[in-house]
């Protein structure tokens, strides 16, 4: 029995619902929901090559396929089929074309590069040779793993360690009052190289769905995870709720949607292909085909973005710390 003075239970304590509490968490997840829906699907609708590039042999043959693909392809005139090759293996060539004989054509063609990429490229040449009345002779030169049969591993992969990065890095912030921002840190740090040698131990030796050599698969996931906690960690500290939120509509939604993982960068629409590789998730696949399946090339400029938004975001939260830290000896210098 409890006496008058006692204080009350939690039980017994009536809880007062604030609207602005729950109607803002329906409304982010509207949003958010809605933009998930709307960029994945939209992206799906109608994909048209603008400027894929290929390789064309011969300066007559060059000018033909100018002529017949317009803007859907930039056409690089190239002297050889070897030279045209090289293209394709660095990455900078979905596929070269090249005259067999006088009534047929030669496509070499990089798999790896997506099925939408090198399909598009070989529907294109395929239409080409039927207006010309020839046939078309076609080569898989980077063909994609054999354990990696549509070539989606590097967004599940890449999807997975973004999604898992922003879950902790959401987490975190909520703790704010339960773990001190040393810590929160020494945590993301560590998770992202654990989660990165874990992905790409999962995904490399045990699966052998992606090709790209260990120490830099695991780099480059590293450097993934890292980006997009200290990103969302970074962007909670400074807007609270609606950052998160915005962490979840550029990393997770935009980024992966935009990575060219599903969908060749070349048939995504402008705006798409703006920002494709200045996102993490875009970044991180361009750098684990390019390990995998180019020669490494190219590598540079995406752990570079990776490295620049890790490093942006650790530097905004010590930011927000130090500001927050500042602030109460502001308010009583004013007193």
């Known amino acids: 029995m409890t006496s008058p003075s006692d204080p009350p239970t939690e039980r017994e304590t009536p809880v007062v619902t604030q609207r602005r509490a729950w109607l803002s968490l329906v409304i982010t997840g509207l949003i958010i929901g809605t933009a998930f829906i709307a960029v994945y699907v939209g992206l799906q609708r109608d994909p048209a090559p603008s400027r894929l590039p290929i390789a064309v042999v011969g300066e007559q043959l060059a000018a033909t396929a100018t002529g017949g693909f317009g803007d859907a392809v930039a056409v690089t005139p190239v002297t050889s ?14 596929a070269v074309l090249s005259a067999a004989s006088p009534d047929s054509l030669r496509l070499d063609y990089a798999g790896a590069s997506g099925f939408s990429e090198s399909g598009a490229a070989r529907q294109l040449v395929a239409g080409l ?19 990696d049969s549509r070539g989606l591993s590097a967004f599940y992969v890449v999807f997975g ?38 992905a790409a131990t999962v995904a490399g030796p045990v699966y052998g769905s992606l090709t790209a050599p260990f120490p830099l698969l695991a780099l480059s996931l ?5 980006a997009s906690a200290f990103t969302t960690k970074a962007l909670g500290a400074w807007l609270g709720p609606i950052g998160i939120a915005l962490a979840v509509l550029t990393l997770t939604t935009i980024g992966n949607a935009t990575s060219g993982a599903t969908i060749g960068v070349d048939l995504l629409p402008g705006w798409a292909q703006a920002i494709s590789a200045k996102l993490p998730p875009g970044a991180a696949v361009r750098a684990v085909n390019n390990f995998g399946y180019f020669g490494g090339s ?16 650790l530097g905004f939260v010590l930011l927000r710390q130090r500001t927050a830290q500042r602030r109460p000896l502001t308010t009583e210098a004013g007193r």
């Open 161 to 198: 360690v973004t999604l898992a990065s922003f879950v902790l890095a959401q987490g975190l912030t909520a703790a704010t009052a339960k773990v001190r921002l040393r810590h929160r840190l020494y945590a993301m740090g560590g998770f992202a190289v654990v989660i990165g040698v874990v």
């Open 81 to 94: 089929v070897d030279s045209g090759a090289a293209l394709v293996h660095d990455g900078d060539a979905v």
């Open 298 to 313: 190219h590598t540079l400029v995406p752990l570079t973005v990776l490295a620049t938004w890790f490093l942006a975001g």
């Open 129 to 147: 040779g039927r207006h010309a009345g020839m046939t078309v002779q076609e080569n898989d030169i980077v063909p994609l793993a054999s354990y």
């Open 222 to 226: 590293i450097l993934l995870s890292a």
